[in-house]
């Protein structure tokens, strides 16, 4: 279940983000091994630790409103 919990920390970040006015992006390394491995390689992680996923801060260039998406259509209720 570590990855469903590193999941929801993630998106907690990207929420604080938004919360401060900064931009965020998440970028999904795990499940896979080879991307993993190579990212370990490329920021030096030591061989204890696993990279999950990187999510690059910063300040954005420009602020573009929230697209709404939702459409009733694709829920249903049982």
């Known amino acids: 279940m570590v990855l469903i919990d590193m999941a929801i920390c993630s998106e907690n970040i990207l929420l604080e983000a938004e919360a401060l006015n900064l931009g965020a992006v998440m970028i999904?390394?795990?499940p896979f091994n080879d991307r993993m491995k190579d990212?370990?390689?490329?920021?030096?992680l030591p061989e204890n630790l696993e990279p999950f996923m990187l999510i690059p801060v910063g300040y954005p260039v420009n602020k573009h409103p929230q697209?709404?998406?939702?459409e009733p259509s694709k829920i249903h209720e049982i």
């Open 39 to 44: 990212v370990a390689k490329i920021i030096n």
């Open 28 to 30: 999904g390394i795990a």
């Open 67 to 70: 697209e709404d998406r939702y």
